[in-house]
Structures are given as C-alpha cells and as structure tokens.
C-alpha cells in the first residue's frame, strides 16, 4: 500500500498514513472518464425547454376569409405557424437528457480521478478543519498554510461554520464525502481531503 503525509491546518505534517492501491494506484483511462463525465452533466441538464404546438395554441378554429373571391391567399385557423401568435412548428419540448452509465463503471472512473491527483502530487489530507465560528477569513488562513486557491475540500460529515466560511472564495468548493464526483474532481487543480472523509471514500470505493 502507499503512503500519504497527513497535515495539520497549519500545513505541518504530523504523520503517515496507508491508503489503498486499488483505489489510488489504478491506471487512468479517459475514455471512460468522458462517460462518466459526459453522463454526469447530461443529468444535470434541465430539459425544461418548451413552446406550444398549433394544437396547443388558444385561438379560433374559424376560417379567416372566405377561401375564393378575395383575392388573397387561402388561409385556415389562426394557429397556424405560419401566423404571429399561432403554434411553433417543430419546437423544443420538454425531454430528459440523462443516459445510463453502469454503477461499475461510475466507480472505476472515480477511482481513476483519485488515481490522477494523487500520482500529478494534487492530493492532500489534513486531519481536521475546524472553525469556532464562521470566518471566511481564517478559512482562507488554512488554504493560504497549503497554498491552493483552485481546490476541491470532502468532509466528513456537515459542518454549517465550514461550509459558510468557504462559500463566498473564488474556485473553492466543500463536498460530503458520499457526494465525491468526477466532475467536480477534474474542475479543481487540487483535492484536499480532511482524513475522516478519506476512511469514508476507500471504504465506499473497495466494495
């Protein structure tokens, strides 16, 4: 198993600890990084889009002039595409984006994402982050002690004086631990892990 230095706010080491291979020492594939990634933001997709069709539109049935004699072109109902104020031909309608991607692989890609910032040296693991009230400046205090600025931070559990402190910094983003994603892994040059919710990702990812 390898080893990974565990710091205190400070930045200081205070010791070692092992975390597993067959999480941390995967062979990276992008491939499967792009599905997992691609369906990730497909499901985030809102699909919301939405214009009424002629048979949707409110308007009278009723024929608009006479359909010989006028002179003017025949016309039907004033739903017509055709007419300002009548249905949209052929328009967006409400539509799910999502697309499966197998649980084993959700996993693997995961895994491949941790892989890639431990071995570029962009993993890092404090002990513990704790605020006695809610300051984003100290909490800019303990990024300033590792200096990163573009990182991603998984707890362990919620913490409202953490989470409030950090929300209103630049390129900083808190994450549970069971919220762990690929995603948000690969938007952040750094990955700062407080050691508990480390125990809880090899855990979840060994099964």
Known sequence: MALIDVHNIKGEKIHERTIKDEIFNVSVREDIIHQVVRGQLASSRSGSASTKNRSKVKASSKKLWRQKGTGRARVGAASSPIRRGGGVAFGPVPRDYSFKVNKKVRKAALRMALADKFK????????????????????????????????????????????????????????????????????????????????????????
């Open 120 to 207: 570029t040296r962009q993993l890092f693991v404090v002990d513990n982050i704790h605020l006695e009230e809610i300051s984003t400046g100290k909490f800019f205090d303990v990024l300033k002690n590792f200096d990163l600025d573009n990182v991603l931070i998984v707890t362990e559990k919620e913490d409202e004086n953490l989470e409030k402190s950090s929300r209103n910094i630049k390129k900083v983003k808190l994450l549970r631990a069971e919220g762990l994603n690929v995603y948000d892994i690969l938007r952040h040059e750094y990955l700062l892990f407080i050691e508990g919710a480390l125990g809880i990702v090899e855990e979840a990812l060994a099964r």
